[in-house]
């Protein structure tokens, strides 16, 4: 029975998460959202069929998830919100991930931000001109997403387990995505951008869901 529903689940994720991508740019907004919430909705019944323990911050990041991507389908209607729960939602990663800070000296820990920051400092200047009001936010995200993606890599080098490498391929994933969406949105628009990030979210928030869950017995 347990097998059956995480089959159930895991299917309905990709199935949603395909269609999904036939919808991108379509008119039928309603539609896209749908099928976008069915596949979040279906992957955290994953989670909570298949964890026996739950974590209520991953949950929180799931329903920020919700909550964003409802809002972002409607594009520039929506999107100082839908950025807003995003915020929250990097926010709630580095939460997750923050075992990093206590078990890690900050000499190293600083050592290993330097490449991440890094990367942040040559992109975000290549954004900054088009991004108008949304600069502080962006700025904000970008730190976010390098702390949480610094986090996911330490703690994986700390104890290299199966779950802290899928969690620190998702961090890093999403933080691909988040330059990519950034590009695709302020500077040069095409529609296979937009596919191509989706699909790196759908993935990210697959091997995060999987990272997440504490086996049953």
């Known amino acids: ?25 379509s008119g039928d907004v309603m539609i896209e959202m749908v099928i976008k919430l069915l596949s979040l909705i279906s992957l955290s019944f994953l989670y909570l069929s298949r964890s026996k323990k739950i974590n209520y911050w991953y949950l929180l990041v799931l329903l920020c998830s ?17 950025t807003l ?4 939602n990097r926010v709630l990663y580095i939460i ?6 206590f078990e890690t000296e900050h000499k190293t820990l600083l050592l290993y931000f330097l490449p991440f920051f890094a990367v942040f400092a ?12 949304l600069s502080y936010t962006i700025l904000i995200m970008g730190l976010l997403s390098t702390i949480m993606a610094l986090f996911a890599f330490i703690n994986y080098l700390n104890k290299m387990t199966i779950k802290n490498k899928f969690f620190f391929l998702g961090m890093l994933i999403i933080t691909i995505a988040d330059i990519l969406i950034a590009f695709n949105k302020f500077i040069d628009y095409k529609l296979l951008y937009v596919i191509f990030y989706t699909i790196l979210y759908y993935i990210a928030r697959y091997l995060i869901c999987k990272a997440m869950i504490v086996e049953k017995n």
């Open 122 to 133: 040559i992109v975000f200047p290549q954004l900054k001109s088009y991004l108008g009001e």
């Open 66 to 82: 919700i909550v964003s991507d409802a809002f972002l389908v409607f594009d520039d209607a929506f999107l100082i919100i839908g």
């Open 85 to 88: 729960f995003l915020l929250i």
């Open 1 to 25: 029975m347990f097998t059956k529903k995480l089959d159930f689940y895991t299917l309905l994720f990709i199935l949603t998460s395909f269609l999904s991508l036939f919808f991108i740019d």
């Open 96 to 101: 997750i991930a923050r075992r990093a800070f």
